[in-house]
C-alpha cells in the first residue's frame, strides 16, 4: 500500500511539474513610449526577437511622432512659424492625412489641433486649473484640423494660425499598434497581445498551458479583454471581452483627470467648447480590426455619448458605454 501511495505522489509531482514545465512559450517586455506604458507579450520560441523589433518599430514612431520631443516631426512643426512649410517624413505625412479624414469625416470632433486647448488646461501635469473663459476662447481661436495644410511634393506640413501646434496622441497609439503587430507577423508571431495604454490590439488566441489544454480540450481559447469600471478603483473590470484577432480601445475620464470645488476636470476636450466633454457617458470602447480608425473614433463617442450610437459603422464592430 505505501508502494502504491508512493508511486501515485511521484506521478502526481510529475504532472504538476511537466504542467508548469509546459506552459506556452512567450515573451513580454514594458516600455514608455507616445507618453504611456507599453506592454508587448508575444507567444512562440521566436518572441523575443519579434518583441524587441516590435518595441523597436514603436520608439521610431515616438521619435517621429510626439508632440513633446522637439526632435520629432510633430515637435517641428509646432516650433515654426505658423505659414512655414516644414519638412517631415513620408510616414508622418500619411498619419496626418489620415487624421484629417478622420476629421472631416466626425465634423470636426475628432481634431488632432486641440494641443493649444490642453496646454491651457495643463490635465495631467502639476499645473493643472480651470481657465477663464477668455483664454478658453484665445486657445480655441488657435486650433482647427481645416488649417493644416499637407503636400507630398516634397512632404510638408504647414499650420496657417498663429500660435496652432498638432498633438496626434488621439491616433497614434492606434497606429503604433498596428506597426507592432506587423512586425510581430514578419518575425513569425501569430499570437500576441500588444497593449498601448487603454489600445489593445491582439493577434490570433492565447495559447493555453498544458493542463488547461486537457481540462478544456482545446489548445487556444480567445483572448479575455477587460474594461475599466470608471466608478470603481483600477483593476475593477466592468465589462469582459473575448477577442481574437482585433482591437479594443477606450477613452475614459478616469485616467487624467484633476478635482477643484468637486468637480471632474478630465483631459478629453470637446472641440465646440474647449472644455473637458460631457456626455453622460465614463468611458467609451470601440471594437474591430483598424486600430488606427478605433483610436480615433473612441474619442469621439467619448465626447458625444450614446447619440453617437450607429455613426460610421464601417469603421468598427462594436461600441460599449460605461456610465
Known amino acids: 500500500m505505501k508502494a502504491i501511495k508512493y508511486i501515485a505522489a511521484v506521478l502526481l509531482a510529475v504532472l504538476i511539474i511537466g504542467g508548469f ?3 506556452p512559450a512567450s515573451y513580454q517586455q514594458t516600455q514608455y513610449y507616445l507618453d504611456t506604458v507599453i506592454t ?3 507567444y512562440g520560441r521566436q518572441g523575443k526577437q519579434a518583441v524587441e523589433a516590435a518595441m523597436e518599430r514603436i520608439r521610431q514612431i515616438d521619435s517621429l511622432m510626439s508632440a513633446y520631443r522637439e526632435d520629432s516631426d510633430i515637435g517641428r512643426v509646432n516650433q515654426a512659424p505658423f505659414g512655414t512649410a516644414v519638412p517631415v517624413s513620408e510616414e508622418t505625412y500619411r498619419l496626418l492625412c489620415r487624421a484629417q479624414e478622420f476629421s472631416k469625416l466626425t465634423d470636426g470632433l475628432f481634431d488632432f489641433t486641440l494641443k493649444p486647448l490642453s496646454d491651457l488646461w495643463g490635465i495631467g501635469t502639476d499645473h493643472a486649473r480651470v481657465p477663464e473663459e477668455t483664454e478658453i476662447q484665445e486657445a480655441l481661436a488657435k486650433t ?3 488649417f493644416v495644410r499637407l503636400s507630398d511634393n516634397p512632404y510638408s506640413v504647414t499650420l496657417e494660425k498663429e500660435g496652432m501646434a498638432l ?3 488621439g491616433i497614434a497609439k492606434g497606429y503604433a499598434s498596428e506597426e507592432a503587430a506587423r512586425v510581430l507577423r514578419e518575425h513569425g508571431v501569430e499570437n500576441a497581445c500588444l497593449d498601448l495604454g487603454g489600445n489593445i490590439v491582439v493577434m490570433g488566441q492565447m495559447p493555453l498551458g498544458w493542463m488547461d489544454c486537457l481540462i478544456q480540450r482545446r489548445r487556444l481559447r480567445p483572448f479575455l479583454i477587460g474594461i475599466q469600471d470608471p466608478n470603481e478603483p483600477r483593476g475593477t473590470v466592468g465589462k469582459e471581452l473575448e477577442i481574437a484577432d482585433g482591437c479594443v480601445v477606450t477613452s475614459g475620464d478616469y485616467e487624467r483627470y484633476f478635482e477643484q470645488d ?22 467609451a470602447t470601440v471594437v474591430g480590426s483598424d486600430a488606427t480608425a478605433a483610436d480615433a473614433l473612441s474619442t469621439v463617442f467619448f465626447i458625444l455619448g450614446e447619440e453617437a450610437e450607429g455613426k460610421w459603422q464601417e469603421y468598427y464592430d462594436e461600441v460599449i458605454f460605461l456610465p
Open 21 to 23: 514545465a509546459m506552459q
Open 40 to 42: 508587448l507579450t508575444a
Open 144 to 146: 482647427g484640423w481645416e
Open 167 to 169: 498633438d496626434l496622441g
Open 262 to 283: 468637486g468637480v471632474r476636470y478630465h483631459h478629453i476636450f470637446d472641440p465646440r467648447t474647449g472644455r473637458p466633454a460631457e456626455s453622460g457617458v465614463r468611458s
